[in-house]
């Protein structure tokens, strides 16, 4: 009795060990593959997401993750509110601002408590904050403005850096303009006028002052009065004006790749996104000829880009405990970690949102321009993600492309597009 009892107690023992031995720091509980699906909209760095993901899985032998990418000229917002309708929720998903926040919120898990949030550089937080309970951790910085390239403003004879107001701007279009032929252009502006998302950062110029800059305000005003309507409208008549026809038609694939990359068009309203994108055509397009420039908005003489944290990962706080703990340690890691450190900077070329990096490993001049801006306070916020949810692609987009089109006057412009604010809000 005495030896089958010991018998029993050796197998016994013998099975626990083997469940410890299954269950490493890699691991939960019960040492069972863990899957986390990741929706993810920034298709111009899904190669390094992928790769990203790679490593991770590869130190984590149990972690499986699964990324779905949708963007590019597909309705992203709509995607990824189909997953969340059809019961196929995704374990950590970007959220745009405060109206994906409100929108998600009874999903969103508050992130406080994580390393990645505690890290975050001051401010980026705001944008994803309610009651000062942050519930997303910032993707990267981003800014945007004029994107440049500096051989053609050099070859008209024009140096950029001596743009300082927006008549000097003006002038430099003009200037440009008139050489055309001798330097191989199509047109001085790429301006995407197909792209309801181009269109809807570049009315943050005009909208972040009038919200102060300030997400919050942005995120609780039920009002549009486009205080600075009749600056936007000089800049969009002057972008009409001298860019490739028909503008109406004109995607992010042509004005990005096709037109700029190829040195047939000056200036496109894009941000330090396009990095990688100019990297994989011509390795030496960011280091050499981009530059980026601001829009004189507040101040004749007083330029500003918008920088800061375009896009945040949520945590779906509804997952199981143990989806829900490898999400956070996945999200730790990429913005934590030394291997996660150097992907973020050197790979994907991000401006990093977090302390504790070593920001001359930013790649290219123009994204050291931007973090430079943000340090010194020369940038508006993303207001376009505090608009109401559908604003932008519904009202905004559909109103300002009739404007281009000469279907409507500006002031028909302003007054629709303030009332559907309201009546979205």
Not at 96 to 104: N, T
Not at 184 to 193: N, Q, T
Not at 277 to 296: H, Q, R, V
Not at 355 to 373: F, H, N, Q, R, V
């Amino acid at each position: 009795m005495k030896f089958k009892i010991s018998f029993v107690l050796l197998i016994l023992l013998s099975f626990l060990a083997a469940c410890g031995s299954n269950g490493s720091d890699n691991s939960g509980a019960s040492g069972d593959e863990i899957v986390l699906d990741v929706f993810n909209i920034k298709v111009e760095t899904t190669e390094q997401l992928d790769n990203l993901v790679d490593i991770y899985e590869s130190e984590n032998d149990n972690v499986r993750i699964n990324v779905t990418t949708v963007g590019g000229g597909q309705d992203a917002a709509s995607a990824l509110q189909a997953k969340f309708s059809s019961n196929e929720e995704p374990s950590i998903f970007l959220l745009g601002g405060l109206s994906d926040v409100e929108k998600y919120q009874d999903y969103l898990l508050d992130v406080s408590d994580m390393e990645s949030a505690e890290q975050a550089i001051d401010g980026t937080l705001n944008g994803v904050s309610i009651d000062d309970t942050p519930y997303g951790i910032p993707l990267n910085i981003e800014g945007y403005g004029w994107m440049i390239n500096k051989d053609v403003f050099e070859r008209a004879g024009v140096d950029p850096t001596t743009i300082n107001s927006y008549e000097v701007f003006v002038e430099a279009v003009e200037t440009i303009d008139a050489q055309k032929e001798e330097l191989g252009i199509d047109a001085v502006f790429g301006f995407s006028g197909m792209e309801d998302w181009v269109v809807s950062q570049y009315s943050s110029h005009f909208t972040s002052p009038e919200f102060d800059h300030d997400e919050a305000v942005g995120y609780a005003t039920d009002e549009l009065n486009f205080e600075y309507g009749d600056r936007m409208k000089e800049y969009t008549d002057l972008v009409n004006q001298y860019n490739v026809q028909p503008i109406l038609s004109l995607d992010y694939s042509t004005s990005v790749e096709e037109l700029f990359t190829n040195d047939r068009v000056a200036i496109v309203h894009q941000g330090n996104w396009i990095v990688p994108t100019l990297n994989s055509m011509d390795e030496s397009f960011a280091e050499e000829k981009l530059g980026i420039l601001p829009l004189f908005v507040e101040s004749d003489t007083e330029g500003k880009i918008v920088a800061g944290p375009s896009w945040y990962w949520g945590v779906n706080g509804e997952k199981d405990d143990e989806e829900v703990e490898e999400a956070k340690k996945f999200l730790d890691w990429m913005y934590t970690s030394d291997t996660g450190k150097e992907l973020i900077v050197e790979d994907f070329q991000y401006i990093p949102a977090h302390e504790g990096y070593d920001t001359d490993l930013i790649a290219d001049p123009t994204s050291k321009e931007i973090y430079e801006m943000v340090l010194d306070e020369q940038v508006g916020i993303w207001a376009n993600n505090q608009y109401p949810d559908g604003f932008f692609s519904e009202a905004l987009f559909p109103e300002f492309q009739k404007y281009l089109d000469g279907q409507q006057s500006w002031e028909e412009f302003k007054e629709n597009t303030s009332q559907s604010f309201t009546d979205m809000r």
